[in-house]
């Protein structure tokens, strides 16, 4: 089950340079974050998890998604902004939890997008038509792939990727990893390996600028 959207309005996005000022001085007066093992970040942080931003980003946010999750489609573009508002100083590295009904027929069409250069295309394409192919709580990837017109995608190598030893490596991967991090909905965030105290938006903001503050 996908957390609900009761936070939608906490931050508006004309807002986010302003509150991140605010919050990175108040992070910085309470001295960053603690310390979190380096198998914690390894579990996190995959060679094979998609990653945006600078490659040595001080501060890496490893996000558990659910493409066909509602928050997390409305959090995306959020984050984005996250990152846009402090160039070069976070990374987002995205796992799957796919939780939802077909959504693992999903992932698999999206890693299969990835292996022809096309996964964040596709990421954002499906994420921003989530309506048109998640229905009820369910996914369909039939639906999904009528989405990805225009992407210049090999659809005979689509369907045999989806299906291959790689993908399906990394969906096991990514589920054993969210069990052993106790992710149990998505969208379900760590922050340099810290979780979140709860849930929301702004707790996710002031994790960030806790980390940010802690490394400057």
């Keep these: 089950m996908n957390k609900q959207l009761l936070f939608v309005g906490a931050v508006g996005v004309s807002l986010l340079v302003f509150f991140g000022a605010t919050m990175l001085f108040n992070a910085s007066q309470a001295g960053g974050g603690g310390a979190v093992s380096d198998g914690t970040l390894a579990t996190l942080d995959r060679a094979h998890a998609p990653s945006l931003g600078e490659p040595d980003a001080p501060v890496v946010i490893a996000e558990f998604l659910d493409p066909a999750c509602e928050t997390c489609a409305i959090f995306y573009p959020m984050v984005k902004e996250l990152m846009a508002a402090n160039p070069g100083r976070i990374r987002l590295v995205l796992r799957w939890a796919p939780f939802h009904q077909g959504a693992t027929d999903v992932v698999a069409l999206l890693e299969a997008a990835r292996m022809q250069g096309q996964f964040w295309p596709a990421m954002e394409r499906l994420l921003g038509t989530q309506s048109q192919w ?83």
């Design 134 to 216: 998640a229905i009820n709580h369910r996914a369909d990837v039939n639906l999904a792939w009528r989405q990805l017109g225009g992407l210049n995608l090999d659809l005979e190598r689509i369907q045999a990727d989806m299906a291959s030893p790689e993908v399906q490596q990394i969906l096991q991967q990514d589920m054993a990893d969210a069990q052993t991090m106790g992710v149990q909905a998505t969208p379900e965030y760590f922050v340099n390996g810290r979780p979140m105290p709860s849930f929301g938006w702004e707790q996710l903001v002031g994790l960030v600028y806790e980390e940010l503050a802690a490394t400057r």
